[in-house]
C-alpha cells in the first residue's frame, strides 16, 4: 500500500468530539501498548539495560520534564554502564579466582609480609 493511500484512509476516520473522556483513555492505553511494544523489541535485541532505564523514566516524573535528548543520553549512559559490567563479571568468572571478591584496598601490609604500600598504592 503506498503512502497517499495510507494518508487517504486515515483522513476519513472519524474523530471524535473533543473533550470525550473515552478518548483520553483509549489514548492511554494505545500508548501504554506502543510503550510495552517497544520494552518488548530492546528485551528482543539484548538491550535489557535501556528498557529497565525507559522503565525507570516513565515511572519518575521528574523525568518527563527533560528534554528528548536528555533522556536518550541518560538511557544510552545506563545500557553502556550494564554492558561494562556485566562484562567485567563475565570476564571475573573466566579467570576463576581464589577469592572473586577481592580487592586491593583490603590487601594486608604487615611487616612478615614485606609489601611496600606505596609501591602497590
Not at 471524535?16 to 501498548?33: F, H, I, R, W
Not at 572473586?100 to 590487601?107: F, L, P
Request: hydrophobic share 35%.
Amino acid at each position: 500500500m503506498t503512502l497517499a493511500r495510507q494518508n487517504r484512509k486515515t483522513r476519513n476516520i472519524s474523530r471524535p468530539a473533543p473533550g470525550d473522556s473515552s478518548v483520553a483513555q483509549n489514548t492511554l492505553e494505545v500508548m501504554a501498548m506502543i510503550n510495552q511494544e517497544t520494552l518488548n523489541k530492546l528485551k528482543y535485541m539484548k538491550m535489557t539495560g535501556m528498557a529497565e532505564a525507559l522503565e525507570h523514566q516513565e515511572a519518575d516524573t521528574a523525568y518527563q520534564e527533560m528534554s528528548f535528548q536528555d533522556r536518550l543520553g541518560l538511557a544510552v549512559d545506563w545500557e553502556f554502564s550494564r554492558r561494562q559490567h556485566s562484562r567485567l563479571q563475565r570476564l571475573i568468572r573466566a579467570a576463576k579466582f581464589q577469592n572473586a571478591t577481592a580487592c586491593v584496598e583490603d590487601i594486608r601490609y604487615g611487616d612478615d609480609r614485606k609489601l611496600d604500600r606505596k609501591l602497590i598504592l
